[in-house]
């Protein structure tokens, strides 16, 4: 399907309240502020789905054969009708745009790329650049141009040896990238995975809008530090995952509730987002994704079931059933021990689908392995800085007005269930919506 447009998002900015004074002041900041951290997650969700129209440009670059010193040599994975749409438009080819949508998904979609192989090498070389020594190397097409598929979607395969003459030589190598850029309006948030073996040194970089470059000369620190901002990024566009960890949020009712859920959900996603980063475990996106769904659903509507014996509680006996007494190992009963393992499972799904945002498929090296870890500390991060906002409103609320703060927390539970099951039926049946 062409991805003709964005889905904007906007949003109002709601007038500064005066400040209430005394208990009811306190608890009305508390309900306002959380009210707002759930409206900031939850809105957007609506508007956009989990993840928007995203898309990610894979590019290996090395030193090119020998006999060719000086040229760097870079394989670009493109997807399919993203780069027919998109060199079309750019380059005003409108052959291309109807041949590549007619033989999208027929198996044949090289022939494509090949009778208008000028417009496609022009669209990504005006868009992807090699550079030595502050000046630009020229690009020129290697072979033909392949079709194969990526991640369940048919990407295109371009090979490209960038001279670079005596610069090449001399000091070290610059890539950039505005592939597939906001402007066109056709996906939003292109990530360029780059993985390298240039000038003695290899490894991997994550280049965006907000960093676009890339050089051989930029020091560990430099790149993990990409690597961190794209994890972090990654959680924050993800909303999918941040429903979960609200409805984990909701349902717990003391701190060690939620940082046994949020550790045993870090130590699960972990297992899994190594193990298919590095290539050893395959799961394709039809079956992940909807089963990230399902888990929102599932967790948040096990709070609904879980509650739902509260509701007609006085407030007295709410404020007492939520300082439960200790029942088993860590204070936690068999209710509690279940619902961990549930966490455990999906997390190990959740895993698969911070995997994705990558997919680097390159030979274990150490470089790669720490990329991966701090990839995964950025996700940490998001993921620590939302508990320590929400949750701690949220235990104000309840022991301020217990009855108030068991509403809330059914209401944001509801509410991420209903979100949740929505994004299942959508990626089950395959919609836009999903």
């Not at 394989?75 to 399919?80: G, I």
């Not at 630009?136 to 979607?153: L, M, N």
């Amino acid at each position: 399907m062409i991805r003709s447009h964005l889905r904007h998002q906007t949003a109002a900015r709601p007038a500064r309240p005066r400040r209430p004074r005394g208990r009811s002041g306190a608890l009305a900041i508390a309900l306002a502020a959380l009210a707002a951290a759930v409206a900031g997650v939850l809105l957007p969700a609506t508007a956009a789905g989990a993840h928007g129209f995203s898309s990610v440009v894979y590019v290996d670059a090395t030193a090119a054969p020998a006999g060719a010193d000086g040229t760097v040599r870079t394989t670009l994975d493109l997807e399919y009708d993203l780069l027919v749409v998109s060199a079309a438009e750019k380059q005003k080819d409108q052959s291309l745009f109807e041949q590549g949508m007619d033989l999208f998904q027929t198996g044949e979609e090289a022939t494509a790329m090949n009778d208008h192989a000028d417009t496609v090498v022009a669209y990504v070389t005006d868009r992807f650049t090699v550079s030595a020594g502050g000046e630009p190397c020229t690009a020129s097409r290697v072979g033909d141009i392949a079709v194969h598929e990526r991640d369940s979607v048919p990407y295109a395969t371009l090979v490209l040896d960038h001279s670079c003459g005596e610069g090449g030589h001399t000091a070290g190598h610059e890539l950039r990238s505005g592939l597939f850029p906001d402007s066109e309006d056709y996906v939003k948030d292109t990530k360029t995975i780059v993985t390298y073996d240039l000038d003695g040194k290899d490894g991997s970089a994550a280049l965006d809008a907000a960093h676009p470059t890339f050089s051989t000369e930029q020091t560990g620190g430099e790149r993990f530090g990409e690597f961190f901002l794209l994890g972090a990024e990654h959680l924050l566009g993800g909303i999918d995952h941040i429903l979960f960890l609200l409805a984990l949020i909701v349902g717990s009712r003391r701190l060690r509730d939620v940082v046994l859920a949020a550790t045993t959900f870090t130590v699960a996603h972990s297992i899994t987002f190594l193990l298919a980063a590095l290539g050893f475990v395959t799961v394709p996106a039809a079956v992940v994704e909807p089963v990230i769904a399902l888990s929102i659903a599932v967790v948040a509507a096990w709070y609904l079931w879980s509650v739902r014996r509260r509701v007609t509680m006085t407030p007295a006996e709410l404020a007492l059933d939520l300082r439960p007494t200790p029942t088993g190992p860590l204070g936690l009963d068999r209710a509690d021990w279940l619902r961990l393992g549930v966490v455990f499972l999906f997390g190990l799904v959740h895993g698969l689908g911070f995997a994705s945002a990558l997919g680097i498929d390159e030979p274990w090296s150490w470089t790669l392995l720490w990329s991966l870890l701090i990839f995964n500390v950025g996700i940490e991060a998001v993921q620590l800085g939302i508990i320590a906002v929400v949750f701690p409103l949220l235990v104000l609320l309840r022991k301020r007005a217990p009855r108030v703060g068991l509403w809330v927390g059914i209401a944001v539970a509801a509410v991420v269930t209903a979100v949740a099951l929505f994004w299942f039926v959508g990626r089950v049946l395959g919609l836009e919506w999903g």
